[in-house]
T-cell receptor, first 113, second 108 residues
Framework: DGGITQSPKYLFRKEGQNVTLSCEQNLNHDAMYWYRQDPGQGLRLIYYSQIVNDFQKGDIAEGYSVSREKKESFPLTVTSAQKNPTAFYLC????????????FGDGTRLSIL | GIQVEQSPPDLILQEGANSTLRCNFSDSVNNLQWFHQNPWGQLINLFYIPSGTKQNGRLSATTVATERYSLLYISSSQTTDSGVYFCAVRGGSEKLVFGKGTKLTVNP
């Protein structure tokens, strides 16, 4: 969706490396989310943040970390503790008003070298 | 937590045919969205429809919240409709729960 920028589109990680995926939105949305998608599967929630300087774990947070220092930015770090990081990662955001839809970026494909 | 089941898992159509995709969910929801994921992975919002009926061109959707299901209708399908269609719901938490999707292939 327009207004949510994820970078890079493709990322390669060596064993033992941490990598950071960028997500920026200019929609003035309060809440931001990170999802992981494996082949043939739906999306699963990694972390989410409803306000600046606050975030919560989703269903599969182990091996990942996030920060929310600015309203428009929600970077995701895939740490070396994540043993199976190869996946498609999608960032989303939504306004803080009740019951509003989430809008998604175009995703980052992460692969292990 | 909420469970989401989509059917059918795979659907193959000839161009011009109509189709209905179904999404069942296990609990009351505050939010239901239909998405189309194209071959490049982009997730496109189709409908935000926690209840009622909406139409957008050849696509329409109906959610019957009291019976815990939603239907996505595609009429006069085109090859560009190919991809995976996801239903996602949100209950009392912040989490959006996705089904496994329906993979649609439209042949010319």
């Amino acid at each position: 969706d327009g207004g949510i920028t994820q970078s890079p589109k493709y990322l390669f990680r060596k064993e033992g490396q941490n990598v950071t995926l960028s997500c920026e939105q200019n929609l003035n949305h309060d809440a931001m989310y990170w999802y992981r998608q494996d082949p043939g599967q739906g999306l699963r929630l990694i972390y989410y943040s409803q306000i600046v300087n606050d975030f919560q774990k989703g269903d599969i947070a182990e091996g990942y970390s996030v920060s929310r220092e600015k309203k428009e930015s929600f970077p995701l770090t895939v740490t070396s503790a994540q043993k199976n990081p190869t996946a498609f990662y999608l960032c989303a955001s939504r306004t803080g008003q009740t019951n509003q839809p989430q809008h998604f970026g175009d995703g980052t494909r992460l692969s292990i070298l | 937590g909420i469970q989401v089941e989509q059917s059918p898992p795979d659907l193959i159509l000839q161009e011009g045919a109509n189709s209905t995709l179904r999404c069942n969910f296990s609990d009351s929801v505050n939010n239901l969205q239909w998405f189309h994921q194209n071959p490049w992975g982009q997730l496109i919002n189709l409908f935000y429809i926690p209840s009622g009926t909406k139409q957008n061109g050849r696509l329409s959707a109906t959610t019957v919240a009291t019976e815990r299901y939603s239907l996505l209708y595609i009429s006069s399908s085109q090859t560009t409709d190919s991809g995976v269609y996801f239903c996602a719901v949100r209950g009392g938490s912040e989490k959006l729960v996705f089904g496994k999707g329906t993979k649609l292939t439209v042949n010319p």
